[in-house]
C-alpha cells in the first residue's frame, strides 16, 4: 500500500527541497500577475485624491475611497509580502515553509484585492450612475471574480481529487 506521500509524488520524482523550488517558481508566476494589476489599480487610487472633482464627492463617497486605498494598500502588501520572506530567509534551509507562507499571504491578498476591486467598482458606479443600480451591479461583479478566482478552481480540485488519489495503471 502505498503511503499518502508518496501518492503525493506519484507524478513526479522529486525530493522536498526540489518541490519546494517548483512550487517556488510556479508561485512567482502567479504573482507577477497579481503584483502588476494590484500596483496598477493602488497608483490610480493614489492618484484619485488629487483630482479637482475629488472635493465634490459626498462624505459616504470619500468614506469608500479611504475604504478602497486601505484595502488596495493591505492587497499591495500582502501580494509583495512573498518577496521579503523569501528574501529574509533565502539561504537557511526554509524554502517549504517559506513557501507555504507565501502561499497564504497570496491568497490573502487575492482576497484583499477582491474586496479593493469590488470597493473601487462601487465609488466608480456611484459617482457615474447616482442610484443603487451601482451596488447591483458590483454584487454581479463579485460574484463573477468569486466564481472565476475561488469557485472554479475548488470545483476542479474537488472533482479531480479522486483521480489524484487513485493509484496509477
Given at each position: 500500500?502505498?503511503?499518502?506521500?508518496?501518492?503525493?509524488?506519484?507524478?513526479?520524482?522529486?525530493?522536498?527541497?526540489?518541490?519546494?523550488?517548483?512550487?517556488?517558481?510556479?508561485?512567482?508566476?502567479?504573482?507577477?500577475?497579481?503584483?502588476?494589476?494590484?500596483?496598477?489599480?493602488?497608483?490610480?487610487?493614489?492618484?484619485?485624491?488629487?483630482?479637482?472633482?475629488?472635493?465634490?464627492?459626498?462624505?459616504?463617497?470619500?468614506?469608500?475611497?479611504l475604504t478602497?486605498?486601505?484595502?488596495?494598500?493591505?492587497?499591495?502588501?500582502?501580494?509583495?509580502?512573498?518577496?521579503?520572506?523569501?528574501?529574509?530567509?533565502?539561504?537557511?534551509?526554509?524554502?517549504?515553509?517559506?513557501?507555504?507562507?507565501?502561499?497564504?499571504?497570496?491568497?490573502?491578498?487575492?482576497?484583499l484585492l477582491?474586496?479593493?476591486?469590488?470597493?473601487?467598482?462601487?465609488?466608480?458606479?456611484?459617482?457615474?450612475?447616482h442610484n443603487?443600480?451601482?451596488?447591483?451591479?458590483?454584487?454581479?461583479?463579485?460574484?463573477?471574480?468569486?466564481?472565476?478566482?475561488?469557485?472554479?478552481?475548488?470545483?476542479?480540485?474537488?472533482?479531480?481529487?479522486?483521480?489524484?488519489?487513485?493509484?496509477?495503471?
Open positions: 500500500m502505498e503511503s499518502s506521500d508518496q501518492a503525493k509524488r506519484r507524478g513526479r520524482h522529486e525530493t522536498e527541497e526540489e518541490r519546494a523550488d517548483r512550487r517556488w517558481s510556479d508561485l512567482l508566476q502567479e504573482l507577477r500577475v497579481a503584483q502588476t494589476g494590484v500596483q496598477l489599480l493602488f497608483g490610480f487610487l493614489l492618484t484619485m485624491v488629487f483630482q479637482p472633482r475629488f472635493t465634490t464627492l459626498s462624505e459616504t463617497d470619500q468614506n469608500i475611497y478602497t486605498v486601505m484595502l488596495g494598500a493591505a492587497a499591495t502588501g500582502a501580494l509583495i509580502g512573498p518577496v521579503s520572506f523569501h528574501r529574509l530567509l533565502a539561504g537557511r534551509r526554509l524554502k517549504p515553509q517559506t513557501v507555504v507562507w507565501a502561499s497564504r499571504l497570496t491568497m490573502t491578498g487575492l482576497v477582491l474586496f479593493t476591486m469590488a470597493s473601487a467598482l462601487l465609488l466608480i458606479l456611484r459617482v457615474v450612475l443603487d443600480v451601482a451596488v447591483w451591479l458590483v454584487v454581479g461583479m463579485v460574484l463573477w471574480f468569486v466564481l472565476c478566482w475561488f469557485i472554479l478552481p475548488l470545483w476542479t480540485r474537488a472533482r479531480h481529487a479522486s483521480e489524484m488519489e487513485a493509484p496509477s495503471n
